[in-house]
Structures are given as structure tokens and as C-alpha cells.
């Protein structure tokens, strides 16, 4: 009677019996034969060694310089990161030759900007350019361990992935934490109701922040339960994290504001109204809502400027990916010359300006004057195509653009 040589069940007890030369298998004993091989397979990259004496350090001007075009302004943030990211090389490359007693720390970054002012941007560019792992993870949707969500381990899970599964390699990456502001407390008294995707989230990133061993789903934990978990120490990844913050400059502007009443206030340095997120300030992420905790292992804190009129045409034209250059590489490859006047760039970045939705907004206007373009174009037998102002604006007023105003 036919039956699998590794479990005995017999053909009418499985799904599949695969015959052999001498012998058959099952489909179930097939699938964990396949589990068992890739894991194998894991234990073998994970004791791969990086040679990290292989890779050319970039000095921070360098970093700054290769940012520089991609990204227009913001030279204070990039500087910062610049810094971060040669200072975390270094640690690496010295960490197993230094024979003092000297350990150097690495320094967590907060980045701290209005929507659509290049915080994702400059967390892209710069993976661009690393020669170690790096990964960007969403802070939205991370949540106690047990609640409806992503486990707050799936950070390294995803730095594992970038990695290709070489541990040694996944210990000495970057990880940008996106959109961090959205697990601020969400009260000031946190014993009244569990929040479990604010604060809860907050105490659970403590530990992969100050360097510990963690153990790690490789391919996410709540789907694949019965799987091998993997040590991994967080002691030389850098954590850069980011977020919009809304509604922090009210809380600088009262701190700041309590700092000059009184006799000294004509003695006090004129404070810039129209950028309050210049003076942010570690006390300015605790009354948002960040724990203390949080904020004493992110030490280096920056700020990303609001985008002018100047910046936002620069944006439009001048960066290697710049989102006209998109266009016209798109409208190039259906044989078509786009041209766009030098008033309908200006008109753009005015509409960008009057409805609050900075860079990020620059790409919504201009899909919405060149789709029906897009559309029609590649049909027809045209080689060149201008966009005029006229062309322009009757396109923003039939999509009824100020859908787009923020209040």
C-alpha cells in the first residue's frame, strides 16, 4: 500500500502522495522538508561576515554634497544627518580595532517638520547612498504586543529583509522611524484607559533604542507563529526618526513666550514668528507627548524649515528627480517634447503657497493640469505638447482645486 516514508499516512490520509524511486512524500512532509532548507539557508547568511574595512568612507560634507541633489534647503537638517551618518560609520569601523576603553554612543535623531517639507525625502536619499542596511518603517501602524496592528519588533524584522537575512550585517544598519508623533501619549494621565498604539508603542521602542538583544520574528510574528526567532542586538543601529509634529509650535511659542515676560524682555533675542520649530526643544516633544524616556535615548534633535515660494520653484525644476523632470521623462518615452511655461511653474508654486500642502502638494497640482494631457496624448500624433497658463489654470478650476485648501 502507498504511503509517505517519513510520516506513514497513507495515500487516502493526505492531500498529495509524490512517488519516488524507492519511496514516496507527502505534500505536508514536502513543506516542512522546504522550511527546514530555508532555514538552513538563514543560518548560513546570518554568520556571514561584513567586512565593514572594505567600505569607502564618505566625510559628512561628502554625505551633505550627494543630499544637496536630491534635496533643495533644509542645509541645517541635512547637515545633522550628514554628521549622524559618518559619526555611525565611524563607530562601526573602530568599534573591533580600538583597544582604549572609550565607547563611543551612537546619537538617535528626531526630525521634527511640517508635512511636505523633505523629512521622508531626505530618510530615501540617503539609503541611496549607504553602503549598510536601511529601511523605513511607519510608526501609524505599531501597537502592543497582542493588539490589532504591527508588533513593534517588525522595525528589525524589516531591517533583517533589507539585510537579506545576514545578522551581522542587519546589527550595524539605520532604521528611519516614520510618522513618530502619531504614537505621542494620547493623554496627559495615562492610568485612566491602556493606550496601546501611543504610549504603549513608546515603551516598547525603549528597548530597541538604548541596545539590547531583541528577539525577532524574520518574517513578521502574528502570521507565522511557529517560526525561529532571531537574536538580534540593537546596540550599533542608528534609529532616525521623524515626524510633522502639528500643532508643537503652540507649545514652543507658550514656553518661549513665559521666557520673556517679565524686565528682560527687550534683552531677549527677537523670536521668529513665522518658524517657531527652529527653538524646538526637548521639554517642546514632552508636552506633546513623547515619554522622557524616549527623548533622553533620541539626543540630537533638528528641524525642518516651511518651505518658501523660492524653495518650492526650486523643487519643481532643479533636484536630479525633480517632478518636472518626471514628467518629461514620461511624456519623452511616448515621443513627445513636453514644454511648461515659466509662469504656470510660478502659478503652481502659488497655489501650493495659498493652500498649505507644501512640497508634497506640488505633485497633487500638477497631476491634475497634465491628466487629461496623459491621457489623451499618447493616442494622438503629437510631438510636441506646452503648457500655458491659460491651460493650466482652466485645468485647476474644472478639478476644483481648492478641495485640496487645509483649514
Known amino acids: 500500500m502507498d504511503k509517505c516514508s517519513f510520516c506513514n499516512r497513507k495515500r487516502s490520509e493526505v492531500n498529495l502522495l509524490i512517488s519516488g524511486l524507492s519511496g514516496f512524500i507527502c505534500d505536508e512532509c514536502s513543506a516542512r522538508a522546504y522550511d527546514i532548507i530555508k532555514e538552513e539557508k538563514l543560518i548560513e547568511k546570518e554568520t556571514d561576515k561584513f567586512d565593514f574595512s572594505k567600505v569607502k568612507l564618505k566625510k559628512p560634507v561628502e554625505i551633505k554634497e550627494f543630499l544637496d541633489q536630491y534635496v533643495i534647503g533644509q542645509e541645517h537638517a541635512k547637515k545633522v544627518l550628514s554628521v549622524a551618518v559618518y559619526n555611525h560609520y565611524k563607530r562601526l569601523s573602530v568599534q573591533n580595532i580600538d583597544d582604549d576603553e572609550i565607547e563611543i554612543d551612537k546619537s538617535n535623531i528626531i526630525m521634527v517638520g511640517e508635512t511636505g517639507t523633505g523629512k521622508t525625502l531626505l530618510a530615501k536619499t540617503i539609503a541611496k547612498m549607504l553602503h549598510v542596511p536601511f529601511t523605513i518603517v511607519d510608526a501609524t501602524v505599531l501597537t502592543e504586543a497582542g493588539y490589532v496592528g504591527e508588533d ?200 501650493a503657497v495659498e493652500y498649505k500642502i507644501g512640497a508634497r502638494g506640488l505633485r497633487s497640482i500638477c497631476e491634475v493640469i497634465m491628466t487629461d494631457a496623459m491621457f489623451e496624448l499618447p493616442s494622438k500624433k503629437v510631438r510636441k505638447f506646452t503648457v500655458d497658463l491659460k491651460y493650466a489654470k482652466s485645468k485647476l478650476e474644472k478639478a476644483n482645486i481648492k478641495k485640496m485648501k487645509v483649514a
Not at 304 to 330: F, G, H, M, V, W
Request: no cysteine; net charge neutral; proline share 5%.
Open 152 to 351: 513593534i519588533e517588525s522595525l528589525l524584522t524589516r531591517l533583517l529583509q533589507a539585510a537579506d537575512y545576514n545578522l551581522e550585517k542587519a546589527e550595524q544598519g539605520i532604521v528611519f522611524i516614520d510618522e513618530i508623533d502619531k504614537i505621542a501619549r494620547k493623554n496627559d494621565n495615562p492610568s485612566i484607559t491602556r493606550d496601546v498604539s501611543g504610549e504603549g508603542v513608546q515603551q516598547g521602542l525603549l528597548k530597541l533604542l538604548e541596545g539590547s538583544v531583541v528577539n525577532v520574528p524574520p518574517q513578521g510574528g502574528r502570521k507565522h507563529p511557529e517560526q525561529k526567532l532571531i537574536p538580534v542586538n540593537t546596540k550599533n543601529i542608528l534609529f532616525i526618526a521623524g515626524g510633522a509634529f502639528d500643532g508643537i509650535e503652540k507649545k514652543i511659542a507658550r514656553r518661549l513666550n513665559t521666557q520673556v515676560v517679565g524686565f528682560d524682555k527687550t534683552d531677549k533675542e527677537k523670536i521668529d514668528e513665522e518658524n517657531f520649530l527652529q527653538y524646538v526643544a526637548p521639554q517642546d516633544l514632552k508636552s506633546f507627548g513623547l515619554i522622557p524616556e524616549i527623548i533622553g535615548r533620541m539626543p540630537v534633535i533638528t528641524h525642518l524649515n516651511p518651505l518658501d515660494k523660492k524653495a518650492l520653484r526650486a523643487i519643481l525644476t532643479e533636484p536630479k528627480n525633480s517632478i518636472i523632470k518626471q514628467y518629461t521623462k514620461l511624456f519623452k518615452i511616448d515621443n513627445i517634447d513636453l514644454h511648461i511655461n515659466d509662469n504656470v511653474l510660478e502659478y503652481i508654486v502659488d497655489k
